[in-house]
């Protein structure tokens, strides 16, 4: 099988456990099917499927967005679709929902040790930041810890990244930049 | 390519108004691409931009379902993109001004997205389940889009001398497309009555008192009101909204149907 987005192969997809049922079968590709832009997190890992279920003779995988223009969606959708045809178990349809909206605090532990072994420093508890009052002066950002010398001497460059999901950020003490994986 | 004549009902135009701002202030922002001060902030504005683009997809998208449901042809978001006519774009005019400075540039951006953020809220109890669903998503980005240009408006207003007189030059420029948001007409009425969303002219309280509350550490306060109202929500445009379209609209035109 060809990566939609890269058209690089991608690992065969697992096998059939014995006894298992179609979804969980699903369930197990699913967690095989990365995301386009952080190539190390499955879109199981990021939250991104809410849901999977047979209609007919289709499996049904639901999906949510994660930033209303994130151009990886129609991308992950493929994805998805390919990596059930190849395990043999489609026809698959795609059902977008997108209420209750996407939050980063659906990301797994797992997904976010991946994250972070990746470089990406995984997003706090949107709680935290949800609320916060309207501030007027420039803000100071709670300072990260740096994934690569965990000094906690880094600041944000910018808000906005190479994704439509993450921030910029530097390490004063190893002078490396690295990416935030934003609270949202 | 032919135009496409739209539903007037109250609902689609409201859902229109909402649809054309996120997508024409998107087509501003993306004029940034390659332009901005710092590498940093091309990347901020198109980042917002296509955050906007995203948002704006979704309310068209929905606005052209609705046409269906109420009885006339339907139409998908690319078609009402591309293939209306200035005259049929419900934009406030704020938004299609050109792009000025980065004063201007991000004035306009806390301006709107101070007020998507207070409509998105309340568009999230919509009884258009999906109006609902979008809303719920849009808010946390307006919230984000709102913070950004409220750093930098108070950055500009209290940093050098010129940056001052920019932002400055910027307010008294933009602030007399700022009443039009919040004109009220039979529009928004209708909208209110059928719970779809809120009053536009609702908001304008709590819209002031945070963009004063931005201001207020930028070394400015609101000018006075002025008589002037721009239009551009009933379809009576400046003189710029067909030249954006012109280039948003030229392949479709040019090449109808035409597919990446």
Known sequence: MIDAAFGTPLPAPPLRVAGSSRIEHARAVLATVLDPEVPVVSVVDLGIVRDVGEDGDSLVVVVTPTYSGCPATEVIEASIVAALDEAGLGPTRIRMQRAPAWTSDWISDAGRAKLRDYGIVPPAAVDAVKEAPLRFVPRAVAPLVCPRCASTDTERLAAFGATACKALWRCRSCGEPFEHFKSI | ?260
């Open chain 2, 1 to 260: 390519m032919q135009s496409i004549t739209v539903s007037s009902h109250p609902s689609v135009q409201y859902l229109l108004r909402i649809g054309d701002t996120c997508l024409i202030l998107a087509q501003r922002l993306a004029e940034w691409c390659g332009h901005a001060p710092i590498v940093e902030e091309d990347i901020a504005l198109t980042n917002m931009a296509l955050d906007l683009v995203g948002q704006a997809r979704a309310v068209l998208t929905r606005a052209g379902q609705l046409e269906g449901e109420l009885g006339g042809a339907p139409h998908d978001e690319d078609q009402l993109a591309f293939l209306r006519d200035e005259r049929d774009f419900r934009n406030c005019t704020l938004v299609e001004l050109p792009r000025g400075d980065f004063a201007v540039t991000m004035l306009r951006n806390l301006a709107v997205a101070i007020f998507l953020e207070l409509l998105w809220q309340r568009l999230e109890g919509s009884s258009d389940g999906e109006l609902a669903a979008i809303a719920g998503k849009a808010v946390k980005e307006a919230r984000y889009h709102r913070e950004h240009a409220a750093d930098w408006v108070v950055r500009l207003g209290d940093g050098t001398e010129e940056s001052a007189a920019r932002l400055k030059a910027a307010l008294e420029l933009l602030w007399p497309y700022f009443a039009e948001i919040f004109e009220a007409d039979a529009v928004d009425a209708e909208a209110d009555a059928s719970r779809l969303g809120p009053r536009w002219a609702d908001l304008h309280d709590d819209w002031r008192a945070r963009l004063t509350a931005v201001l207020a550490p930028a070394g400015l306060s609101l000018p006075a009101e002025r008589a002037f109202r721009s239009t551009g929500k009933s379809g009576r445009h400046s003189e710029h909204l067909g030249y954006v379209l012109a280039e948003m609209q030229h392949l479709q035109r040019s090449f109808p149907g035409g597919v990446w």
